[in-house]
């Protein structure tokens, strides 16, 4: 079973919900610390949620697509650089998309997302 389309996920509606479900349940966090970071987690998650939406309800109303595919905003290590830093004695992987050392255990480019 791979991936849903878009159109057949959870919509933003229902993720604005299960965020609101979870601010609910997260007063029922016996440990303060534990209970006002997960407060501030979907406090924030919701609060992107809502500012997607009147974001794409602009872009839509002027009829401007939602995004525009960018190309990377970070430079990349020359390969001399690159080298350089691979024969350090470091270890793990780097991406071949922005050169950035990456986790082996990690599929993909935690900088950029780029898939192994």
């Given at each position: 079973m791979g991936a849903l389309p878009v159109s057949e996920g959870p919509?933003?509606?229902?993720?604005r919900r299960w965020l609101q479900e979870e601010l609910v349940?997260?007063?029922?966090?016996?440990?303060?610390?534990?209970?006002?970071?997960?407060r501030w987690?979907?406090?924030?998650?919701?609060?992107?949620?809502?500012?997607?939406?009147?974001?794409?309800?602009?872009l839509q109303?002027?009829?401007?697509?939602?995004?525009?595919?960018?190309?990377s905003v970070r430079l990349l290590a020359t390969e001399e650089e690159a080298a350089s830093a691979k024969s350090d004695?470091?270890?793990g992987d780097y991406c071949?998309?922005?050169?950035?050392?990456?986790d082996?255990?990690?599929e993909f480019c935690p900088v950029c997302g780029h898939f192994k």
């Open positions: 919509s933003l509606e229902e993720f349940m997260a007063d029922s966090i016996k440990g303060k610390s534990q209970r006002e970071n997960r987690q979907l406090e924030s998650a919701l609060q992107e949620a809502l500012s997607f939406h009147a974001s794409v309800s602009r109303a002027a009829e401007l697509p939602l995004y525009e595919e960018a190309a004695g470091s270890e071949v998309k922005c050169d950035e050392s990456m082996s255990e990690l």
